[in-house]
């Protein structure tokens, strides 16, 4: 590709948009659940982080509102202002009402954030750049991403100092995110979306199922039931339960390796980071794979990795055996590993077992995604506290095997899945 045609996708906001992704689902994500549990227990811990989803399932609001205002960067730069409010007060309390409240603080703003700079590239951009303005700008965010998690491996040992950074990082976010905002008057009606395999790589996290175009709201929950007879409403049960699975373990990720494996946090931290890198690479062969074998294959792929990974973690933590200090990694790298052909193989089959307009089977698939963001967070702490994390891992495995036991049969019905 010539320098000129790739650089055109560039812009300086995306330096912006790196420090957010330092932040939500890098320090945040890792250093809250341990501030809470410290103060308080796991079954807080897991409330908190429920009410951070919860926040984040408010992103198709602030998109509509930011449409019908025309006010994109004001609600764009207010995201980060919510980030640092939330991030900031967060470790001068120990109260559960007002933990709840800041991470739900924190959900809105950073929804909010990645919904708008989605919008600065479908609504101000022509659709033929889309995928690769997308694929850049979620490149920034995935390296910001791994640096978060990379620094929690030090800030873990004092995690309120380390939300307090984070909270300061939101001030180069603000400054470099408005570098090259496009100008109001370059904003167009957005082309009507379509379903097409995307050539960037799809992002890593719960948040970006609710800001992509296709929209997730009421309508797509109430298509959910309306087809729960369907060969798609058999795949979106699966779904449920795979994600039920991958969020049971990613809700609590740093309490649970400690918990159930005595594993520090840093350690932990590490794993998450080379299996999250390792998963980054295996995009583009699931897109391969999918075109060549069937995209309901690469789902089944994607389970059996995660059902394969919890199941093991579940026998090691009841077992406890000598090398489980290298047993742990081993199984745990699967599962970010895994998420690479559950999210490009399962957005393609939900638009190809779709009967419907595909935009509105993805906003259901996304919809159900961010359900099970919201329902594992709170199970997960719930069951952490009173049964143990044993009991978390076990649940997981049930999971991921009831989300085979549901793709499957729709597998063997199509010739092509």
Sequence with gaps: MKLPSWRRYLQPWYS????????????????????????????????????????????????????????????????????????????????????????????????TTNTVAAMFIVEYKPKSEWDARIGWLQTFYGVGQAVGVGLCCVLQARPEFGLLLSASLMIPAMVLGTRGLPPSQAHQKPEKPSFERRSHKPPRTIHSFLHRYEGMGLKSLKRIFSEWRSAFGLYIVGWLFVMLTTWLIGSLYPLLMKGAFDIPYSMSSLYYALGATIGIFAYVPSGTLGKRIGDGWVVIIGTIMTLVSVSGLAAIAYTHPGSSQWLVPISYILIPIAWSPLIVGGTAWAAKLATFEEGEALGSYNAMTAVASVIAAFTAGLLAHHFGYSMVLTIGAAASLLALLCFIPLLLSRKEA
């Design 16 to 111: 912006g948009y790196a420090f957010q992704g330092i932040v939500v689902f890098g320090t945040g994500a890792i250093l809250m659940p341990i501030v809470v549990n410290n103060a308080g227990n796991v079954a807080q811990a897991g409330a908190v982080i429920g009410f951070f989803y919860i926040g984040q399932m408010l992103a198709p609001l602030m998109g509509a509102i930011t449409d019908h205002t025309g006010l994109h960067r004001p609600f764009y730069l207010s995201g980060y202002i919510l980030l640092a409010i939330g991030l900031a007060i967060f470790p001068f309390t120990q109260l559960l009402w007002f933990w709840m409240a800041l991470a739900f603080l924190q959900g809105v703003g950073s929804g």
